[in-house]
Every structure is written in C-alpha cells, then in structure tokens.
Nanobody, 130 residues
Framework: QVQLVESGGGSVQAGGSLRLSCAAS????????MGWFRQAPGKEREGVAL????????YYADSVKGRFTISQDNAKNTVYLQMNSLKPEDTAMYYC???????????????????????WGKGTLVTISS
C-alpha cells in the first residue's frame, strides 16, 4: 500500500503561480511513475504531468507544456508541480497518483491512461480566476 498526501492548492488570479506537493509513504519503490492528474467539473480526469522517479524523465500534457514543471525529492519521497502562467481553464481538482515499479516508457504512456495508475491521493483544489 502507498499513501499519497497532496498540498498546495488554492485560489489565484490568471497569470499567477502555485506549487503543489505530493508526499508518498508506505511501500514505495525506487522506480515509480508518479505525478498529477486533474479533473474539472463535468470533465473526465486527465493527465497533467508525470515523472519517472528512477531516472527523472518527465512527461507533460500538451496543454501545460512550458508552464508547468514536475520535479522530485527522492529523499522525501515527494513530487512537486510548479504551475506558472495559470489560466482559468487550469481550474480543477488536482490528484496525485503513482504506479509502482513502472518503466520510463510505460510512464510516458500513463499520461494518457489514468486507469494505469495504482494509488491516488484525495486531491487538492486549484481555482484560477480571470
């Protein structure tokens, strides 16, 4: 079992920044696929950014490339999502998720397949006003 706890959500104006954190505990491994999905009201949950913790490769949805950056602190079993130049369409519940013992190649695929993630956090709300 892996437990994920998100923090850092909030409300900002368009153009602002937020930083999300996700701390993992439990049966963590050195090579996981870990990162963020989001779900806006009335929409399906979609991949935002993932990181392969075994080597640091990162993968992003096209809608956030150049604005969001995912990073990791292996010593703390924590993944971060720095979100800059936020837009109203970024408003959503952001969920941390992990797929344990995944390869880098599979991690790249998982940005489009939320069903492949094994564990989920409870989410943190991000609201961007125009």
């Amino acid at each position: 079992q892996v437990q994920l706890v998100e923090s850092g959500g909030g409300s900002v104006q368009a153009g602002g920044s937020l930083r999300l954190s996700c701390a993992a505990s439990g049966n963590t491994y050195s090579s996981n696929c870990m990162g963020w999905f989001r779900q806006a009201p009335g929409k399906e949950r979609e991949g935002v950014a993932l990181i392969y913790t075994g080597g640091g490769s990162t993968y992003y949805a096209d809608s956030v490339k150049g604005r969001f950056t995912i990073s990791q602190d292996n010593a703390k079993n924590t993944v971060y999502l720095q979100m800059n130049s936020l837009k109203p369409e970024d408003t959503a519940m952001y969920y941390c998720a992990v797929r344990a013992q995944a390869s880098a190649g599979y991690c790249e695929y998982l940005i489009t397949d939320r069903d492949g993630m094994t564990y989920w956090g409870k989410g943190t709300l991000v609201t961007i006003s125009s």
